[in-house]
């Protein structure tokens, strides 16, 4: 009986293994695992420094407010932030273009009113981009003019406590002016007008050609600092600045240079100097930009790897070359290098198609003070320009701009940065130092 049913039996199994067979080749076909997307290569993502904000990197480096029988003013960046806040509240709106353009006198005419204050700017600001700082209405926005200024002012009615808006560019002689609303128009006068009144007082100064200078007539306080010598690593910039890092070659050029460089890109690195030379030529525009994409998109690229290791501002536009330039600020005021280490204290970029064409930069980093600093006084802005009226090498006519500043030295021996307290004077487009033995030749007027 047993083997009257074992060929059924095999025939039931192996019926059953081909079917399970049959289940478990269907369940591999049809089985959907739930994996996680695979991204894209993308380059080394790295940040060196801090992001930084438009309203961080376009900043005024002087205010002047004048009332009816005073002239006050400031370049404590505290104060300008202050200000610059409660501006933040407000709205432009009726931006119109004066259809005259405005000379020289016609300009130092205009600075010279009372009831109103004045914000300077070292270099060219699109308006365009500036609205991220001080806001532009809707209806507005959408007519706003590609124009550049370096000069804003605000004047009010000391009646109507109203404010109208002004934006000069003293090199075009161009003018657009508009309303002024804040969100608070009481809280804006009391806090901008009213508190203004405690500042520095300032004279205007006469000279023969119509350049309109203010300047404190009192002495200023200002402390020299001592900074060690640290500095990033140029493989940080390596990783952020090339498509693929992993395929950078190094090579040392001489006892101060080194390369990195790929196929598409190079960086120069003078070790001794702190600087770095990056160029990708492929990336080179030669069609003109427009200012404000230009100096946004800049702007963009150095946030895209934290590029701001110390105080770095705005200070220069040129839209034909698409270059770009920031100086270096310590507590408010411009940091100048000497004429042999030209561009020490300055971040410069040439923005080609859609990524950055040329770069050049320090790459050291103010982070850590030494402890003996020194407290120090200035003169007063009147005893700077009667020394520079009674200088024989200059005509100071010329003379467009003066205010306080720094001046790096860098000493290699002991690997420190000093940065000695100055006074500078516009001439002819450079900031120059100002120095006591500059002197000799016809007295002035200030009023």
Do not use: C
Request: proline letters at 6%.
């Amino acid at each position: 009986m047993g083997l009257k049913y074992i060929e059924p039996i095999k025939s039931i199994i192996l019926l059953l293994l081909v079917l399970m067979s049959i289940t478990f080749t269907f369940s591999i076909w049809t089985y959907s695992p739930q994996l996680a997307p695979i991204d894209q290569s993308k380059t080394v993502d790295i940040s060196i420094g801090q992001q930084k904000d438009v309203k961080d990197v376009v900043k005024p480096y002087k205010f002047l407010i004048k009332y009816e029988e005073e002239l006050k003013g400031t370049t404590d960046q505290i104060a300008i932030d202050k200000i610059l806040r409660d501006m933040g509240t407000w709205k432009v709106s009726q931006l119109l273009q004066d259809p005259t353009e405005m000379n020289k006198v016609q300009m130092k005419e205009f600075f010279e009113q009372p009831n109103q204050f004045t914000l300077y700017f070292n270099g060219q600001v699109p308006l365009p981009a500036y609205d991220e700082i001080l806001p532009i209405d809707e209806t507005t926005k959408k007519n706003l003019p590609e124009f550049s200024f370096d000069r804003l002012i605000v004047r009010w009615d000391p009646k109507a406590i109203a404010f109208e808006v002004h934006f000069i560019n003293r090199a075009t002689g161009i003018h657009f002016y508009g309303k002024a609303n804040p969100a608070d128009t009481t809280k804006s006068y009391q806090s901008i007008i009213m508190e203004s009144e405690e500042l520095t007082h300032y004279v205007e100064v006469k000279n023969q050609e119509p350049t309109y200078l203010a300047v404190p007539d009192e002495p200023v306080p200002m402390v020299q600092k001592t900074y060690y010598q640290e500095e990033i690593s140029p493989g940080r910039f390596r990783d952020a600045l090339f498509n693929d890092p992993n395929a950078v070659k190094r090579s040392q050029v001489d006892h101060n240079h080194e390369e990195f460089g790929d196929d598409h890109a190079l960086m120069v690195v003078n070790t001794e100097t702190k600087m770095l030379d990056f160029v990708h030529p492929a990336a080179e525009a030669r069609e003109p930009a427009k200012p404000s994409d230009l100096l946004l998109d800049v702007i963009d690229s150095i946030n895209e790897h934290g590029g701001w290791t110390d105080s770095f501002r705005y200070s220069y536009i040129n839209s034909l070359s698409r270059y770009v330039k920031f100086q270096l600020f310590i507590n408010g005021y411009p940091v100048h290098s000497e004429s042999d280490a030209s561009g020490l204290t300055e971040i410069v970029q040439f923005y080609g198609d859609d990524r950055v064409f040329r770069y050049i930069r320090p790459y050291y980093t103010l982070e850590s003070s030494l402890s003996f600093n020194e407290n120090m006084d200035l003169p007063s802005g009147t005893n700077v320009v009667q020394s520079l009226m009674e200088s024989e090498d200059l005509d100071f006519s010329l003379v467009e701009e003066l205010t306080v500043g720094y001046m790096m030295k860098h000493d290699l021996e002991q690997r420190i940065f000093v940065l000695e307290p100055a006074w500078f004077y516009l001439f002819k487009g450079t900031w120059k130092r100002y120095t006591p033995e500059q002197t000799g030749g016809e007295p002035f007027g200030l009023e």
